[in-house]
């Protein structure tokens, strides 16, 4: 099973940027001084040199390799993150007598939502703000309008701590757009559910700053309107992501990461490592009473789990004291309070159980 | 006088990416492992956590130290280069009923020309497209539209070697945007003379994928426009560049470019030892019936020396013979032809002294 090494003192837990394989970090300190042995840094090439042509070739035929993306969808590395592509999918795809579909269940939905009303109607089909976000919507719940331009899906909600177990069920000729920023390759994708998966680097890919966007290519025809040259996906795709100067090292360090997961056994390898780190966890706050988890069981995430003690002055003791102990990055965010462990593909298996007896310890001392 | 190291084994002149100075990519190296001895990587690090705090409170500090920016000017790190600033520049500050002008030195102008025009009118107050781009237009050749609603001017141009050796003069009221990405602290910045100056970091400040904007800070209450939220100046300004997830490394590098800056003496040292190498060239390259520059005498960059040899054939020889005796990057943009020597603050002097000896042995073989 797929297993990360460990041998730095502290266990990040941070959402993002987030904890990244160590042998990752090792090749790209020697990349950084030089590439490839060209004498020339990896920062330093230009992006149109040889140098570069390999990084990017290597950076996507490993991550066509890794979650078999089919021939007619565009890999492609943009700029901006996931905010940028919350304006970009709708001011492509989007037009002005047009309605989408949103699949509301957390701040990035919202937020996705806000950016697409600039550019024409939006129908929430479902969301779970009812409940401040602790649940994802069941399938028989969704109501769609008629005909949307495109359902968008947000996979997994860093801040909430829940996750699409599946993709939702779509109307007759949708195609589904997703932000999978913070579970993109956690476990296996099946790309032709997609119309659009996008991913900002820094949860599960890499160092922030590179935005993964995987589309189908035929939605490039379907461009509604004319927009500043680098909103346009097209662009983008006729110039290979080079129409201007790409963020190269986040790509180099993104290749090497598909890479790591491609030696840790691919995305089945990483699924199963990943539902075991999280049940380490979960099983730990199921059994005390003291923790409770603060998302519904069923919706649960595998990446981001949030928990609370019984007072907020226990939280923020718990969450200084790990940090003490070594276990960096655990506070909640203020929308949920609380703690949160993000346990990202390259956070080892180590930290769960550290972090478990730290919980186990805790618990004994103010329980 | 400032002098930049060299112990790797090539010579890179590459116009962007470029060389960076070789202490900053070693502080680099051990900031990608552990960043401040906090046991986390600077890749890994939350942007919202203290670590950062630091990064970018000092990144910030040396840039105003550096090209003292007085207290009303803002200075932000953004993403998408200067191409997304062409768009942004006009989306902020130019009304669909208002008229921009534009000075037209170079194909990067001619982009921001392209996108400004999405937005509203654009009058090119001067241009020298007339002669290939070959010259900088003199202030007497400026014509001023009425009340534009800014000035554009590109500082220095990559691609046809050639740099404004001042700024140029201003209509009454009007305030100057500047593309300053190829020769940005190369030498003194009065910023009291701007109202933006931006630059993609990747020639002269550190990595691709973030871009430098300082602006005056009134400008912010001018935005004539709603806009798709990341486009907007403001809303970056009002977090502090962190109201998404920023590219942190870039901004970390940058930062670590700016403080190298500052041991060599800041940019007075900067522009003496930037004279002084491109002096060197360009004096081989005058001395030489074999070799001419293309770019007009008054109008001749310090940071990308462009040049000819007496044919094509020899040009292409040129290039590959300096590969193999570790001169990179030497080729010429297609739109010049030739050969381009891009010696940015980093580049060393060494690497100048190498180059004029591989020209005049080349010359002496080929002549």
Same mark, same amino acid.
């Given at each position: 099973m797929a297993k990360a090494s460990h041998t730095r003192g502290t266990y990040n837990f941070s959402a993002g940027p987030a904890v990244l394989p160590e042998e990752v970090l090792r090749e790209a300190q020697e990349a950084l001084w030089d590439l490839d042995a060209t004498g020339i840094g990896v920062l330093e090439h230009?992006?149109?040199g040889g140098a570069i042509d390999s990084v990017f070739a290597e950076t996507e035929a490993s991550c066509r390799r890794l979650a078999?993306?089919?021939?007619d969808y565009r890999v492609l590395f943009l700029q901006g993150g996931a905010s940028l592509q919350f304006a970009m999918l709708p001011a492509n795809?989007?037009?002005?007598d047009g309605c989408a579909d949103y699949l509301e269940t957390g701040s990035w939905s919202k937020k996705a939502i806000s950016e697409a009303r600039h550019y024409g109607d939006v129908h929430?089909?479902?969301?779970?703000?009812?409940?401040?976000?602790t649940y994802i919507p069941r399938a028989a719940d969704i109501v769609y309008s008629e005909r949307p331009s495109y359902v968008h899906v947000t996979s997994n909600n860093t801040i909430f701590g829940?996750?699409?177990s599946a993709e939702p069920p779509l109307p007759d000729g949708a195609w589904l757009a997703c932000?999978?920023?913070? !579970?993109?390759?956690s476990r296996p994708l099946?790309?032709?559910?997609?119309?659009i998966v996008y991913a900002? $680097?820094?949860?599960?890919?890499?160092?922030?700053g590179v935005t993964l966007v995987i589309l189908r290519?035929?939605?490039?025809?379907?461009?509604?309107r004319e927009l500043p040259?680098?909103?346009?996906?097209g662009i983008h795709a006729k110039n290979d992501s080079?129409?201007?100067?790409?963020p190269v090292f986040g790509i180099f360090v993104m290749g090497r990461v598909f890479q790591w997961l491609e030696r840790q056994g691919g995305l089945e390898a990483m699924a199963q490592a990943n539902e075991a780190k999280a049940r380490l966890v979960y099983d730990a706050i199921d059994a005390s009473p003291f923790f409770r988890g603060t998302a519904r069981e069923d919706s649960r995430s595998l990446m981001n789990l949030t928990f609370r003690a019984p007072s907020e002055a226990l939280e923020a003791t718990f969450v200084a004291d790990a940090r003490k102990a070594g276990? !960096?990055?655990?506070k909640g965010h203020r929308s949920v309070g609380g703690m949160r462990a993000s346990l990202y593909n $390259?956070?080892?298996d180590e930290g769960c159980e550290a972090l478990v007896s730290f919980m186990r310890e805790f618990e004994s001392r103010h329980g």
């Open positions: 230009s992006h149109r078999g993306i089919p021939d795809f989007l037009a002005d929430v089909a479902a969301s779970s703000a009812d409940a401040n976000f829940t996750q699409w932000d999978a920023s913070s !579970d993109i390759f099946d790309m032709r559910r997609y119309g900002g $680097a820094q949860k599960n890919l890499g160092p922030a290519e035929d939605l490039l025809e379907r461009a509604v040259t680098l909103l346009g996906y080079r129409y201007n100067t790409p276990l !960096d990055g655990l $390259a956070f080892p």
